[in-house]
């Protein structure tokens, strides 16, 4: 079936870096994205969404990227920050229904 | 932002008892919430769509006999897990839609822990 799902369950990043987190999508019918937060212990917390008709949109210290070609979306963070461990997950958010959720990547920042 | 709250944070119960978690919209009404289940270092699964004054929706899975869905008013929505077992031990997550530019997003509670003895 359809799914949304992410290519790496863990990421290690130094702190002060870039990171980047990648997420692929099987629906080609999905129009609109969104990238959750999760803290250990918490509900998901919104970052930043995108719909299909574009490209890019930028947040504060964050930047989402859609390639509606190869059906992939990346969450950009500029200059990670130790509050920035937490869970990442990309969901598709068809229509004004129910969000699914990919599995999902752990950030970890490194000292 | 708009808030969302959940009560209890976390609940310890005997197996065989039943236990009732509440999901409140804090500053706007909602007539759909969302029941999400999370298991540890996994996603978010979706349970159930909560109406308002209408039954509920169930996911393909979902027993909708163990897992008692009400949403009684604009601003709650309760879900009783009936007769739990180990098993059902899990994160309790609900959401809230809410109207956007285009359409609607859904702002999510803080979860609920469950432990089933």
């Known amino acids: 079936g359809e799914s949304v799902g992410l290519h790496l369950p863990t990421l290690s990043v130094q702190e002060g870096d870039n990171s980047i987190i990648n997420c692929a999508y099987s629906?080609?019918?999905?129009?609109?994205f969104i990238w959750y937060k999760q803290e250990s212990g918490k509900g998901p917390q919104f970052i930043i969404d995108?719909?299909?008709?574009?490209d890019k949109r930028q947040g504060q210290r964050v930047t989402v990227l859609l390639n509606k070609t190869v059906k992939h979306l990346s969450l950009q963070i500029a200059a990670t920050q130790p509050g920035d461990s937490a869970v990442y997950f990309c969901?598709?958010?068809?229509?004004?229904?129910?969000?699914?959720f990919g599995k999902g990547t752990r950030l970890h920042i490194l000292p | 932002g708009a808030v969302v709250s959940q009560h209890p944070s976390w609940v310890i119960c005997k197996s065989g008892t039943s236990v009732k978690i509440e999901c409140r919209s804090l500053d706007f009404q909602a007539t759909t919430m969302f029941w999400y289940r999370q298991f540890p270092k996994q996603s978010l699964m979706l349970m159930a769509t909560?109406?308002?004054?209408?039954?509920?929706?169930?996911e393909q899975g979902v027993e909708k006999d163990k897992f008692l869905i009400n949403h009684a008013s604009l601003t709650l929505s309760t879900l009783t897990v009936t007769s739990a077992h180990p098993e059902d031990s899990s994160f309790y997550i609900c959401s809230a839609r809410f109207p956007r530019e285009g359409g609607y997003t859904q702002y999510f509670g803080p979860g609920t822990r469950l432990t089933v003895l």
């Open positions: 995108i719909r299909s008709n574009m």
């Open positions: 969901a598709d958010h068809p229509g004004d229904d129910k969000i699914i």
């Open positions: 909560s109406n308002e004054g209408s039954k509920a929706t169930y």
């Open positions: 629906n080609s019918a999905s129009d609109y």
